[in-house]
């Protein structure tokens, strides 16, 4: 009997070390190592995301789609209320809650509070600006959310790349294939 439980016990060290060795010199990732690398292949989608629609935002502002003014935003509001807004209207709209949304992803990402404090003083500036008169200060804070979400993306990369050199894996194809997610709008 000892004997057999010897053969068997062998035979599954011998299977541990084969599957081992099929496996290479990679480092198995945890159950913790999958939920980070998730979560971070979640932020640089998301930051690509983020900067491909302030790109979009910023070239509807350079063109004029988007309209600021002191009667502009008197009469967006207005027009709001009445239920019958224009282009420039719902552009705007769009704009606000990418804004709320990015500013909200970012603090999400944020470690610290340095950078928790940056993210929220440029919501207050960018949304102030909204309401602000100058298409300029408008593209300039849209401009700061594009830095802020690349920033997150850079620091969620950096972060796939450490676990994939620890882990002896890439982490980061993943997260850096492919483009932005395609926006479908609804009319």
């Known amino acids: 009997?000892?004997?057999?439980?010897?053969?068997?016990?062998?035979r599954k060290e011998l299977?541990?070390?084969a599957a081992a060795l099929k496996q290479g010199p990679n480092k198995p990732l945890t159950t913790q190592d999958i939920k980070m690398?998730?979560?971070l292949t979640a932020s640089v989608k998301d930051a690509n995301y983020g900067i491909s629609e302030a790109d979009r935002f910023?070239?509807?502002l350079d063109e004029g789609t988007i309209k600021f003014g002191a009667v502009e935003n008197l009469a967006s509001k207005a027009r709001g209320l009445a239920g019958s807004s224009n282009p420039s209207d719902v552009a705007k709209s769009d704009?606000?809650?990418?804004?709320?949304a990015s500013i909200n992803a970012v603090l999400n990402q944020a470690?610290?509070?340095?950078?928790?404090?940056?993210?929220e003083r440029a919501q207050r500036q960018i949304m102030e600006a909204l309401d602000k008169n100058d298409p300029k200060l408008v593209r300039n804070?849209?401009?700061?959310?594009?830095?802020?979400?690349?920033n997150t993306k850079d620091d969620a990369i950096s972060g796939l790349e450490l676990m994939s050199q620890e882990r002896q894996r890439d982490l980061t194809t993943r997260a850096t294939a492919?483009?932005?997610?395609?926006?479908?709008?609804?009319?």
Do not use: C
């Open 141 to 150: 804070g849209v401009q700061r959310i594009k830095k802020l979400l690349e």
């Open 37 to 39: 690398a998730n979560e």
């Open 58 to 60: 910023i070239k509807m």
């Open 178 to 187: 492919g483009s932005a997610p395609k926006v479908i709008k609804l009319d």
């Open 1 to 10: 009997k000892a004997i057999v439980q010897m053969q068997i016990e062998g």
């Open 95 to 100: 704009m606000e809650k990418w804004i709320t």
């Open 15 to 17: 299977a541990a070390i």
């Open 111 to 119: 470690k610290g509070v340095q950078a928790k404090d940056d993210a």
